[in-house]
């Protein structure tokens, strides 16, 4: 019933799941940020609570504010219903329109992401921690797919670079590598594309882990992010094209070296590993120069880091 919550059978005291210097370094790190036990335990205690006045501030995907720098775009709100039912997610179909029926129980709590290799913080970290770490806040992007369809969405988010710095990323690093979850019985698309090197992982350089217009999104239209979308987490990069922004992620690490991507491991012709949306580089197959837009079906012409030139052009002068 609403409100009453009673421990599952699998449910673990979080120090029984993490390797305890870890749990005590990551425990560590949230109480100097005055992150009391509560959210310590992440959403397995919180959940036993019942709702409290307030509760919805502390749910996952919902923003402490809507940051004004990032209101307007120039086109309008793409519609949520079309955001949430025309979707790329392989690992349950590669048909858009089914994906949100296929991935509508995807079991997304308890969920946690481990940050490994070069941090001084590594562990696990639940979502509502991260969200304790930095302050989630709703920003409204441009998003473009190599597919050359397009939309506008208030995503709710962690700018990536506040949350690396919290946990102490190392000056060594260069590159970030991301996961996404493996759940093939849950997945049926993983059975479906035996091929493809699952799971489905994903990299960017330090400079852009760190720009700030990249988020980790935990949210959209203000609400948690639903599985077709990512849930619980996912990548934003708006300068890039959609396949970078990786689903459901559950593992972050900090490498020296530069990561494979999968879909620049499986088609490197038509995928670059950088796939930043540039309209002048054709795709083989088709023109990158024009979107379609989700809402109105309208062509509109493509801009180069898809309307990000002036925060993000610098980076890639060479
Ligand atoms: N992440 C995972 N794990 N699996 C995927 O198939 N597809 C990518 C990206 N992230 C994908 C993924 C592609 S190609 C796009 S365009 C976007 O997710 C689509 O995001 P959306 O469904 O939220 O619009």
């Not at 590159?175 to 019985?185: I, Y």
């Amino acid at each position: 019933m609403f409100g009453i919550h009673v421990r599952p059978s699998w449910w673990l005291p979080e120090r029984a799941a993490t390797e305890e210097k870890i749990h005590l370094d990551r425990r560590r790190l949230l109480r100097s940020f005055g992150i009391g036990a509560g959210l310590l335990l992440g959403r397995n205690a919180a959940s036993l609570a019942p709702l409290l006045p307030g509760e919805g501030e502390r749910r996952t995907g919902i923003p402490r504010r809507k940051n004004p720098d990032y209101r307007a775009v120039g086109r309008p709100l793409t519609p949520e219903r079309l955001a949430a039912t025309y979707n790329n997610f392989y690992e349950f179909t590669t048909d858009k329109r089914q994906v949100h029926m296929l991935a509508g129980d995807f079991r997304v709590e308890p969920w946690e992401v481990e940050f490994a290799g070069l941090f001084e913080h590594e562990g696990r970290y639940s979502v509502r921690d991260l969200e304790a770490l930095v302050p989630p806040e709703e920003r409204v992007y441009r998003f473009r797919c190599v597919e050359a369809w397009s939309m506008v969405v208030p995503w709710t988010g962690l700018p990536l670079g506040d949350l690396l710095r919290r946990l102490g990323l190392r000056r060594e690093a260069r590159f970030l590598r991301f996961v996404t979850v493996s759940r093939p019985e849950a997945m049926p698309g993983m059975k479906a594309l035996p091929s493809y090197p699952w799971p489905y992982f994903e990299a960017l350089r330090i400079d852009e882990a760190l720009h700030p217009l990249t988020l980790l999104a935990t949210g959209i239209y203000g609400k948690a992010l639903p599985p077709q979308n990512g849930a619980p987490v996912r990548l934003v990069v708006p300068w890039k094209y959609g396949l970078k922004n990786i689903k459901s992620i559950v593992r972050i690490e900090a490498t020296r070296k530069r990561p494979p991507t999968l879909w620049n491991r499986l088609q490197p012709a038509e995928y670059s590993w950088l796939s930043n949306v540039e309209p002048w580089k054709p795709h083989p197959r088709w023109s990158q120069a024009t979107e379609r837009r989700l809402d109105t079906g309208e062509r509109i012409p493509t801009l180069p880091y898809n309307g990000y030139a002036a925060e993000v052009g610098s980076l890639y002068r060479d």
